[in-house]
């Protein structure tokens, strides 16, 4: 059996989870495996042709039976399913949908309910997940140190290359890949930990430079997905510091597939979080 199947859970844009594979929820059965394009296209005499693909908001079914030994638990069940996901409805903050190590990002906006009796505790639950962008989601981190490991090593996983490259990334002065296992390339967040001075490094020879400074405890985080650039203060507060983006080199291009190239200064903190995306999540 897939692993994915044993691991299907629901978290929270506050980071309230809802297990659905472990009592008292049972995830029986859900189309949020499969996927459709839509497509762009101009008609001719002899058919047409197709010009683009695209994706539209799109709708995930899922069906869920709910069950416990007494009614205290059965109603502590319904409610806690109930209250997690419609908060975030209520407060327009998505949560996300996990399978494995993919994630969707959404909303539980229709709870259709079946199977119930008096005097039984149990039911079916038709649940209907809507996402505004259709693509699962699945994270790789590397991280670069300088002349150093981090004081717990325990809470950073990726310190050790995780593709057998013979390299810990905690050297001053650095070329190195950076490899992107997935079919494409993919959108990235790129975080620069204080202190530094305009922060730069090389990718595959395109550099992704920030002309503004943090100081300890802040850093400075480009999200080509969301096309920002934000320096996060020492209290957590997000500045938008777009206007300081190198703008002679693009900050915002993707990393491209298979081995990168990459060269660092060694002067600073640097991770980059790779947002491998696809139309159904990794089996």
Same mark, same amino acid.
């Given at each position: 059996?897939?692993?994915?199947?044993?691991?299907?859970?629901?978290?929270?844009?506050?980071?309230?989870?809802?297990?659905?594979?472990?009592?008292?929820?049972?995830?029986?059965?859900?189309?949020?495996?499969?996927?459709?394009?839509?497509?762009?296209? =101009?008609?001719?005499?002899?058919? /047409? +042709?197709? $010009?683009?693909? *695209?994706?539209?908001?799109?709708?995930?079914? #899922?069906?869920? @039976?709910?069950?416990?030994?007494?009614?205290?638990?059965?109603?502590?069940?319904?409610?806690?399913?109930?209250?997690?996901?419609?908060?975030? =409805?209520?407060?327009?903050?998505? /949560? +996300?949908? $996990?399978?494995? *190590?993919?994630?969707?990002?959404?909303?539980? #906006?229709?709870? @259709?309910?079946?199977?119930?009796?008096?005097?039984?505790?149990?039911?079916?639950?038709?649940?209907?997940?809507?996402?505004?962008?259709?693509?699962?989601?699945?994270?790789?981190?590397?991280?670069? $140190?300088?002349? *150093?490991?981090?004081?717990?090593?325990?809470?950073?996983?990726?310190?050790?290359?995780?593709?057998?490259?013979?390299?810990?990334?905690?050297?001053?002065?650095?070329?190195?890949?950076?490899?992107?296992?997935?079919?494409?390339?993919?959108?990235?967040?790129?975080?620069?930990?204080?202190?530094?001075?305009?922060?730069?490094?090389?990718?595959?020879?395109?550099?992704?430079?920030?002309?503004?400074?943090?100081?300890?405890?802040?850093?400075?985080?480009?999200?080509?997905?969301?096309?920002?650039?934000?320096?996060?203060?020492?209290?957590?507060?997000?500045?938008?510091?777009?206007?300081?983006?190198?703008?002679?080199?693009?900050?915002?291009?993707?990393?491209?597939?298979?081995?990168?190239?990459?060269?660092?200064?060694?002067?600073?903190?640097?991770?980059?979080?790779?947002?491998?995306?696809?139309?159904?999540?990794?089996?």
């Amino acid at each position: 059996m897939s692993t994915i199947i044993n691991d299907i859970y629901y978290i929270s844009s506050t980071g309230k989870k809802v297990d659905l594979m472990k009592w008292p929820y049972k995830l029986q059965t859900g189309d949020f495996f499969d996927y459709e394009w839509d497509y762009e296209a =101009v008609t001719n005499t002899t058919g /047409g +042709r197709i $010009y683009g693909f *695209r994706k539209a908001i799109a709708k995930k079914s #899922m069906t869920l @039976s709910i069950g416990a030994r007494d009614w205290a638990s059965y109603a502590d069940a319904i409610n806690h399913l109930h209250g997690v996901t419609e908060a975030d =409805v209520l407060t327009l903050s998505p /949560g +996300r949908l $996990y399978a494995g *190590r993919s994630y969707l990002t959404g909303y539980v #906006m229709a709870s @259709s309910k079946t199977e119930w009796e008096q005097g039984y505790t149990a039911l079916d639950n038709d649940l209907t997940f809507v996402t505004e962008y259709p693509f699962w989601c699945t994270e790789s981190t590397y991280m670069l $140190y300088v002349n *150093r490991f981090p004081e717990d090593v325990e809470d950073y996983p990726f310190l050790d290359y995780p593709y057998d490259y013979p390299h810990d990334y905690y050297v001053h002065q650095a070329i190195m890949p950076l490899r992107n296992d997935h079919y494409a390339a993919t959108d990235f967040e790129m975080t620069f930990y204080g202190p530094c001075s305009h922060p730069y490094i090389y990718i595959d020879g395109n550099m992704y430079l920030v002309n503004a400074v943090a100081n300890d405890n802040e850093r400075i985080v480009i999200n080509s997905k969301e096309r920002t650039v934000v320096l996060v203060n020492s209290k957590g507060a997000r500045i938008n510091i777009f206007s300081k983006r190198g703008k002679e080199y693009d900050i915002f291009r993707k990393i491209p597939k298979g081995d990168n190239r990459v060269q660092w200064g060694g002067l600073f903190d640097v991770v980059v979080t790779l947002f491998k995306e696809r139309s159904e999540p990794e089996w």
